[in-house]
């Protein structure tokens, strides 16, 4: 039940291909395809967070560092030929899955119950992060992220969200005290989508990346 409910089976379903020149951008990102250099692997491993759990060839960041101390060209020596070549060794993709209760269940008979925690290749994740701080950049320059965005964009951080949230709501309530009338009450909609990164159809996000 917990393999069937944390591990679903990939989207596969036929759809139709997406327009060609559906997406489109007059924005150069060639220079976010340049070899990945000193300067940005040292920044990567300075933001890694110590002391976390590592995959299954027990090679942790503190390792990764101390490496990349004593011969700063080798890892982006290594991560720019994966990027060349457009390879993410298997090695990396293998991981120590650590299926762990949620505190409070009233119940762990349901698979929801559980949260997994995929422990993989340090390697792996630290390369994952240099290309993911990429992506935000070109999808920036390009237009193809929205500057109000909160996630995976460099100074907007969850507090940044915060605040714009409390900010109109803090000004709404002070002028209606200040007129003498009765504060509304604030209220704030989410919605969660149950499920989403699993959803994700695969050739319809490589086509994406294509475009």
Same mark, same amino acid.
């Given at each position: 039940m917990l393999r069937n409910a944390l591990f679903p089976p990939v989207n596969a379903t036929p759809r139709t291909r997406l327009p060609p020149g $559906?997406?489109?951008?007059?924005?150069?990102?060639?220079?976010? &395809?340049?070899?990945? &250099?000193i300067q940005e692997t040292h920044l990567a491993i300075v933001h890694l967070k110590y002391g976390t759990s590592v995959g299954p060839d027990d090679i942790s960041y503190t390792t990764l560092r101390h490496f990349n101390t004593a011969a700063h060209h080798l890892l982006p020596h290594l991560f720019t030929a994966c990027l060349t070549w457009g390879t993410h060794p298997p090695e990396w993709k293998t991981?120590?899955?650590?299926?762990?209760?949620?505190? %409070?269940?009233? &119940?762990?008979?349901?698979?929801?119950?559980?949260?997994?925690?995929? $422990?993989?290749?340090?390697?792996?994740?630290?390369?994952?992060s240099i290309v993911a701080k990429r992506l935000s950049q070109a999808a920036l320059t390009c237009g193809a992220t929205h500057?109000?965005?909160? %996630?995976?964009?460099?100074?907007?951080?969850?507090?940044?969200?915060?605040l714009r949230t409390i900010t109109p709501i803090a000004r709404g309530i002070s002028q209606k005290k200040a007129a003498n009338k009765t504060p509304l009450r604030p209220a704030v909609l989410?919605?969660?989508?149950e499920g989403a990164f699993n959803q994700v159809h695969p050739a319809t996000l490589w086509e994406v990346m294509q475009q």
């Open positions: $559906l997406l489109t951008s007059t924005k150069d990102i060639r220079h976010h &395809t340049k070899p990945v &250099t991981a120590n899955c650590m299926v762990i209760p949620k505190p %409070g269940k009233k &119940t762990y008979s349901n698979p929801k119950s559980y949260r997994p925690f995929s $422990l993989q290749s340090c390697f792996g994740k630290l390369l994952k500057p109000s965005q909160m %996630g995976a964009q460099a100074e907007n951080s969850a507090i940044d969200a915060l989410t919605h969660d989508i």
